[in-house]
């Protein structure tokens, strides 16, 4: 009882706040997008998202080098290609830009683990996540199409796939096809709780692949369902998911607490474009102080029960940590 509790004496310096502190957020928690565009002859700005750089290959070696250094152990890799079909086959065909991007990437640099999107959405002329039969995407045949794109990016290097189109039977597509090819040690990031979210809008413009025709709620899921989130991980678990993302994380955190809660496996967060553009936004408007929200976003995070947070904060909030 007061006076005899007081809990501001928890709070009365540095050292002891952090002593207590009951949620860390550390560098080796970080996942950094990376986005490659196979037409980018030097790094081309995107400009919605302040900071955020699209690559050319020739500039990878030099990105990696920032990013290992600040001790981020992950990269996840977004492809820009050059030329564009209507089912998103481009996505395996041989040489493509993410194939060709995680080859440079493993030679620079074999310690980096090398995430890999498999979503068709970048290589569709229409920019839905595959082939489009009327107002929807086509979900068995894309399955096709993201399980040769994941066998693509496993033979040249990548340690994780990561389908995040929604598809119905993704994750077990993918694994058979991976098993069938003796892949079998490749991870499958599933993106299973991946809502149809306006905070996404942002990443059109830094990876080219906004949508036409119609939006993407046919297949995402929506923003006010949360059991559905569970019986989406709880079948990728099944199909032989081995991490399970929430996306986008900050409006979703109490769905980053359910699935932590209820399945207890390793559970990434993907703090998204809008999320970025928002604090960068913000920031340059002199309205709050930038790195501390995003300190702040990323612990929260953490603190619903996120084991792993994929963020174009990384390298800022990377370097931060390390001081």
Known sequence: MYPVTRLRRLRQSRQIRELVCETSLDV????????VDEVAGERRPAEVMSGVKRLSLDDLDEE???IAGLGIPAVILFGIPKKKDEAGE?????GNVIEQAIKTIRRRDKSVVVMADVCLCGYTTHGHCGPVKGRTVDNDATLDI???TAVNYARAGADVVAPSGMMDGMVHAIRSELDFFGLKDTLIMSCAAGYASSMCGPLQEASPSGFRGFDRST???NPGNSDEAIREVSLDLEEGADIVMVKPALSYLDVVYRVKSEF??????YSVSGEYAMVRAATEKGWIDGERVALEMLRSMRRAGADMIATSFAK????????
């Open 28 to 35: 080796k928690d970080l996942i950094c997008p990376v986005f």
């Open 64 to 66: 990696i080098d920032a």
């Open 90 to 94: 481009g996505a395996f065909a041989p």
């Open 146 to 148: 993201i399980a040769k």
């Open 219 to 221: 297949y995402q899921m």
């Open 264 to 269: 207890r496996v390793p559970v990434a967060a």
């Open 316 to 323: 800022e909030i990377a370097s931060r940590l390390r001081k």
